[in-house]
Nanobody
Framework: QVQLVESGGGLVQAGGSLRVSCAAS????????VGWFRQAPGKEREFVTA????????VYADSVKGRFTISRDNAKNTVYLQMNSLKPEDTAIYYC?????????????????WGQGTQVTVSS
C-alpha cells in the first residue's frame, strides 16, 4: 500500500513559477510510475504529466508541454512538478497518483494510489 502526500501549492502571479512535490511512503516507490492530474473548479480531472519508474521517460499534456517538468528522486521517494510560465488557466487542485501498470497511463482509473491534492492558484 502506497501513501502519497502532495505539498508546495500556493498562490502565484501569472508568468511565475511553482514547484509541487509528491512524497510517497509504504511501498517500493521505484516500482511505480507516477502521474500528475489536475482538477479546476467545475471541470473534470485531467491528465497533466507522468514519469517512468526510473525517471528516464516522461509524457506531458499539450497544454503544459514546454512549461512544466516532472522529475523524481527515488532515493527520497519523491516526485516533483516544476511549473513555469504559469497561466490563470493552470489554477486547479493538483493530484499525484501512482500505478504499477506497464506503460504510460493517462486515465484516472489506471492509477491505484492517490494523494489528497494541493491547491495551485494563478492570479492574472
Amino acid at each position: 500500500q502506497v501513501q502519497l502526500v502532495e505539498s508546495g501549492g500556493g498562490l502565484v502571479q501569472a508568468g511565475g513559477s511553482l514547484r509541487v512535490s509528491c512524497a510517497a511512503s509504504g511501498g517500493t516507490f521505484s516500482n511505480y510510475r507516477v502521474g500528475w492530474f489536475r482538477q479546476a473548479p467545475g471541470k473534470e480531472r485531467e491528465f497533466v504529466t507522468a514519469i517512468s519508474w526510473s525517471g528516464a521517460n516522461t509524457v506531458y499534456a499539450d497544454s503544459v508541454k514546454g512549461r512544466f517538468t516532472i522529475s523524481r528522486d527515488n532515493a527520497k521517494n519523491t516526485v516533483y512538478l516544476q511549473m513555469n510560465s504559469l497561466k490563470p488557466e493552470d489554477t486547479a487542485i493538483y493530484y499525484c497518483a501512482a500505478t504499477a501498470r506497464v506503460g504510460f497511463r493517462y486515465q484516472q482509473n489506471e492509477y491505484d494510489y492517490w494523494g489528497q491534492g494541493t491547491q495551485v492558484t494563478v492570479s492574472s
